[in-house]
Structure formats: C-alpha cells, structure tokens
C-alpha cells in the first residue's frame, strides 16, 4: 500500500521538477524588470533617487529649448533695451522680462504689450519685504524672487527646462557657449554657476563666492525649484544687503551650495574704454557682457548700440573664437602680433613675450575706487592710462568679416583696419601698416576637450601696407615665442 503510493506520486513529482527547471530557465533568459518591484517601495525609491545619474539614460547636447531666462527690467529702461536684448534673442530662446510696472513712454504713455518682441511680465509686488541697505535699492528684493516667478508662473515640466539663467536687460549672452559651458555639468544635480565681478573691492563689499547677476547667473532646475521655495524666507533674514544677486547667493549658501566660477561670464564693473579688457579674455568660451551703457563704445568709430551688433557680427560667425586671444611673430620685420579675433589686433615692434601679453592691459577706469583710491583687479594688469600713447602697439579695429562653407568647415575671415594712424615716429613697417587680414577656421565643439591656445602664422607679403595672418592648431610641443 505506502509502495503504491510512492509509485503513484512519481509523475506529480516529475511534473513539479520540470515546472521548476523551465521557470529557472526562463528569467535566466528574460529577467524581470528591476523597477517594477520599487513602484511599491518608498525607501527603496528614496534611496535610487540619491544615484539617478547612475539609472537615468546619459543626458543629450543640451539646447536652447532647455533654456529658460528671467531678466530683470523697469518700466523706465525696457523700451530702450529691446535692440540690445534683440542682439542675442529670437523666438526660439524661451525668455521672459520682468518689469516693476506697465511700461510707459516719457509722456507717460503705456506701451502697448505687442510692442514687444518678447513676453514682458509685471513682477508681484514685494513692497511688504524688509529693505535696510542705506542709499541701496529696493529692486533688488523683486529682481531676486525672479526665479520664484519663472518656476511659479511657467509650466516647467511641459518646457524641458533644465536651467534657469537670470541677467539684467543690459546683459548680452552668447547662446551657443552660454550652452556649452553649462553642457559640461549635470543639470540633475545642484549647481549655481557664474562669475565675480572684475573688481577686487567690489567682490570685498558683496563677496567672493557670488554670481555676479549683470554677468548671468545659472542655476540647474532642481536646484531652482528648491530655491524658489525658499527665497521669500531668505529676503527677509538678509534684508541687510545691497541687491539680488547678494540674496540668491546667500539663501544659496544656506542650502549649502557655492558657487561654481566660470570666466566666461563678465559683470564687466569698469568705466571707460575697456578695450585691454577685452582683448584679453581668457581661454574659456565667451559666455556675456555687460553694463554696455557703461563703458566708452567699444569700437571708437562707432556709438554704443553700433558697437555692440558690430561685435555680435564676428561673434555668431564664430562663436567659440570670439574675442580669443592667439600671438605670432613676424620674424623678418621684428614684429609681435597680438590677435583678440573678432574684435581687435595689436602689433608691437619687437619682441614681446606671451607671459607679458596675457596681463590685462589697464585701460579702463574701476567701477569704484577703494579706500586708499587703490586699483585691485581679479587678474594680472599691465600698462597705465597716463602712458605715452606712442609707445603704444598700433591698434587694428575689426572692419568686416566673411566666410565661405558651412558646419565646422566654414572657413572665416576677418579684416581689421588702422585706428589713427600715423604721428608718432614708429619705424616704416609698422607705421604703414594698415590693414589685416586674418584667416581661421571655424572652432569645433569645446565639450570634452582641454582648452588650448591656438598658433598663427603672419605670411609673407610684397607690400608694408597689409599683413596677412593664418591662425591654425598649434603642433605637439610647439611654443608661442619668436626665438626657442
């Protein structure tokens, strides 16, 4: 009878065995899916949230469309800084401008909202918040709640953004290194990115470890929707400091955030021709320029606003290059030429070294002066503003610019023309000297790649009148300098 039994179970048996050996079979083949299990998880969520750089697929090249901007504008100044921000912006930059109240014309007539090429947006009203900053204004508790706004009033997760950007309405970005340099970080994680002011009493004054918001100021989304949330409570702890930007760092920094400092913004905190300034800019991308209203015009033979679109006309050709600096050596003539490209060359007689030529050349007067009326920059100064002017290179203004090609092919080129030639006793090959023509390419994607210095040839000419320059890659172990 138990004998019976046992023969009588042995098909079940063999069933079970086999059913069990397909299932293992089976999800060695087709594993189930690991998130399913979590959806019924919450510590388990919580922790994968911690590492979803690790989960999430890698982030693609970011774009303008993941972009979203807040500038920060009166009715007084919007109406006459359209054509600036129109230097920069079209319809495929998502930007609002946020103004104290409905624009109006010196007549006081309200400017009708279609008269605007953009959305301009009344911001609330933060009369009820503490100011006590002397002789300060109290614009800047409403400019500083811009990125409560932008997140409140925008349907965020309908737009693929993935940073705020905040700037004032005289500041000009230059999109395409704007998203390049912020390419380079996870926008998943926290990140406040900007740049000091250029001066050293000023950062004294308001601090080190800020973005400066004239220059533009980036911060990931997450991190923007945290601040939002926070800000408002912040205003009211450091009522005692002077404008928005000194807010957003500090409400920043107790949600134990610092800054990340990109050169490439520019709060440009200067008076006066900052021409040296410009010319030269530091091997990181240009990103923006400010206080434009400022600063002597750029160009000297043109006003201000021509300046600028005459600027911004080298720069969308050639985005990456602008304003870089490269130096070669006319070896037969004695010559250094000093190339700030699209905007500016410089030629010396003689040899002068790279080392020398990077220092920022002081031409330009300091926002504010300190105590003991010093001059204290955040970079290396060379030259005075009382020097003799002959002793000075011979200075070439960007006339025009061309390129034939498309893509990274295109091949560019730029004319730069005498400023006030003549009067003083150079010797004849620099003193007939006027015109330059510089041929490059046009830069490739910064991302993943150091940054390096290109090189440049002056070739070789029948007449003293012009020069011809090819700016090229430099080759392995090549050094900028006339002797080695």
């Not at 230097?87 to 103004?99: N, Y």
């Not at 006081?108 to 609330?124: D, G, Q, T, W």
């Not at 015109?435 to 000419?461: A, G, N, T, Y």
Request: net charge positive; with cysteine.
């Amino acid at each position: 009878m138990a004998a019976g039994s046992h023969i009588s179970r042995l098909p079940l048996f063999l069933f079970f065995l086999s059913f069990i050996s397909f299932f293992l079979l089976y999800n060695n083949f087709h594993p189930p899916p690991l998130t399913s299990p979590l959806r019924h998880s919450s510590d388990t969520s919580r922790d994968l949230s911690t590492s979803s750089s690790l989960l999430l697929p890698s982030s693609p090249s970011l774009s303008v469309r993941h972009v979203l901007f807040g500038i920060a504008s009166s009715s007084r100044s919007i109406i006459h800084r359209i054509p600036l921000i129109s230097l920069w912006w079209d319809p495929s930059v998502r930007l609002f401008v946020f103004v104290d109240s409905p624009p109006r014309t010196r007549s006081k007539r309200r400017i009708e909202e279609n008269r605007f090429p953009f959305p301009v947006l009344i911001s609330a009203n933060a009369s009820h918040f503490p100011y006590t900053f002397k002789r300060g204004l109290r614009s800047g508790i409403r400019v500083a709640r811009i990125v409560k706004e932008l997140i409140e009033r925008t349907d965020i997760s309908k737009k693929e953004v993935r940073w705020i950007v905040l700037g004032d309405d005289d500041t000009v970005f230059i999109p395409t290194n704007l998203l390049e340099t912020l390419d380079k970080y996870d926008w998943r994680q926290w990140h406040y990115i900007g740049s000091r002011s250029e001066m050293w009493s000023q950062n004294n004054d308001h601090g080190f470890d800020m973005a400066y918001g004239g220059g533009g100021i980036a911060i990931s989304l997450p991190l923007a929707k945290v601040l939002a949330r926070n800000i408002d409570s912040c205003i009211k702890r450091y009522h005692y400091l002077f404008g928005s930007d000194g807010r957003i760092s500090a409400c920043l920094a107790e949600l134990g955030v610092q800054l990340t400092h990109e050169p490439g913004f520019h709060q440009i905190d200067m008076h006066g021709d900052i021409s040296g300034l410009l010319s030269s800019h530091p091997l990181n991308p240009l990103v923006s320029l400010h206080h434009f209203d400022q600063v002597d015009p750029i160009f000297p033979f043109l006003n201000r606003s021509a300046s600028v679109a005459h600027l911004m006309s080298s720069v969308m050709r050639d985005p990456r290059r602008a304003l870089q600096k490269t130096v070669c050596y006319d070896r037969p003539r004695n010559r250094t030429v000093s190339i700030a490209w699209g905007y500016s060359i410089s030629v010396f007689e003689g040899n002068k070294l790279l080392l020398d030529l990077l220092a920022v050349d002081k031409t330009f007067w300091p926002w504010v002066r300190g105590s003991n009326g010093e001059e204290i920059y955040m970079f290396n100064t060379r030259g005075s503003r009382r020097r003799d002017k002959c002793k000075d290179p011979a200075v070439f203004y960007l006339k025009n610019i061309v390129s034939s090609g498309s893509g990274d092919k295109t091949r560019i080129e730029s004319t730069y023309s005498r400023y006030m030639p003549g009067w003083c006793l150079w010797t004849a090959s620099v003193k007939n000297l006027r015109l330059i023509s510089v041929r490059s390419q046009r830069l490739e994607r910064f991302k993943d790649k150091p940054l390096r210095r290109h090189c440049c040839d002056v070739l070789p000419s029948s007449t003293e009148y012009k020069m011809k320059v090819d700016i090229r890659e430099c080759k392995e172990g090549e050094l900028v300098a006339m002797y080695t």
